[in-house]
C-alpha cells in the first residue's frame, strides 16, 4: 500500500510551544524504558488539564499510551464543555485507540508531531512494533461532533526520541 507523506504544518507560538511540551515527555517516556511518546490535554484558557507519557513497558498495560493516559487524568474532574475547547498535543499521530479515547473525551482540538507514516520508517516491519494502518482522521472524521486535527508539525523534533529506539 502506496500512502503520501503528509506536508508539514506550520505552528503558531502557542501550539508550537504545547507541541514542544507533548515531545519533551515522549523524552521522559524513552528515558524510563518506555516507547517514546508524550501527550498535553491544554484548556482554551491555558490550564494545563494533563501531562502524560506512554508508560506501557513499565505498567505491562498495552493501553498505557500516553494520550490515553491524559484522557485518564481528566476523568470527571474536566467537564465537556471545557474539554470540547481544549487542545491535545502530542508527539506523535495518534493510534486508532488514543483516537478513541480522544473521541470519547470530547476533546475538539489535536495537534501532534510526527505522523504514522513516517513513523512506521522507524518501527520497522517487526510484527510487534506494528500498528494497524487507520489514520486519526479517519476515526475523528466518523464524529458526530468536531474534532480539529491538526498535523503533522515539528517533524524533526519529534522524530528525535525515536532515533535508534525501535531497532533496539
Given at each position: 500500500m502506496s500512502v503520501d507523506l503528509l506536508d508539514?504544518?506550520?505552528?503558531?507560538?502557542?501550539?508550537?510551544?504545547?507541541?514542544?511540551?507533548a515531545i519533551?515527555?515522549?523524552?521522559v517516556a524513552r528515558d524510563r524504558g518506555n516507547r517514546p511518546f508524550g501527550a498535553v490535554v491544554i484548556a482554551d484558557d491555558g490550564r494545563v488539564l494533563a501531562e502524560a507519557y506512554c508508560n506501557t513497558t513499565e505498567t505491562g498495560d498495552c493501553t498505557g499510551h500516553a494520550e490515553t493516559n491524559a484522557v485518564r487524568q481528566l476523568g470527571q474532574r474536566v467537564d465537556r464543555e471545557t474539554l470540547?475547547?481544549?487542545t491535545l498535543y502530542s508527539s506523535a499521530e495518534p493510534c486508532v485507540m488514543c483516537a478513541g479515547a480522544i473521541f470519547w473525551s470530547a476533546i475538539g482540538r489535536v495537534v501532534y508531531g510526527i505522523d504514522a507514516v513516517r513513523l512506521r520508517v522507524f518501527r520497522g516491519e517487526r510484527a510487534e512494533q506494528r500498528d494497524a494502518e487507520l489514520s486519526c482522521r479517519d476515526v475523528f472524521a466518523a464524529s458526530p461532533h468536531a474534532i480539529d486535527c491538526i498535523g503533522p508539525?515539528?517533524?524533526?523534533?519529534?522524530?528525535?526520541a525515536h532515533e535508534g529506539f525501535w531497532k533496539a
Amino acid at each position: 500500500m502506496s500512502v503520501d507523506l503528509l506536508d508539514e504544518v506550520a505552528l503558531d507560538e502557542r501550539d508550537g510551544r504545547y507541541l514542544r511540551q507533548a515531545i519533551a515527555w515522549s523524552r521522559v517516556a524513552r528515558d524510563r524504558g518506555n516507547r517514546p511518546f508524550g501527550a498535553v490535554v491544554i484548556a482554551d484558557d491555558g490550564r494545563v488539564l494533563a501531562e502524560a507519557y506512554c508508560n506501557t513497558t513499565e505498567t505491562g498495560d498495552c493501553t498505557g499510551h500516553a494520550e490515553t493516559n491524559a484522557v485518564r487524568q481528566l476523568g470527571q474532574r474536566v467537564d465537556r464543555e471545557t474539554l470540547a475547547r481544549a487542545t491535545l498535543y502530542s508527539s506523535a499521530e495518534p493510534c486508532v485507540m488514543c483516537a478513541g479515547a480522544i473521541f470519547w473525551s470530547a476533546i475538539g482540538r489535536v495537534v501532534y508531531g510526527i505522523d504514522a507514516v513516517r513513523l512506521r520508517v522507524f518501527r520497522g516491519e517487526r510484527a510487534e512494533q506494528r500498528d494497524a494502518e487507520l489514520s486519526c482522521r479517519d476515526v475523528f472524521a466518523a464524529s458526530p461532533h468536531a474534532i480539529d486535527c491538526i498535523g503533522p508539525a515539528l517533524i524533526d523534533e519529534s522524530s528525535e526520541a525515536h532515533e535508534g529506539f525501535w531497532k533496539a
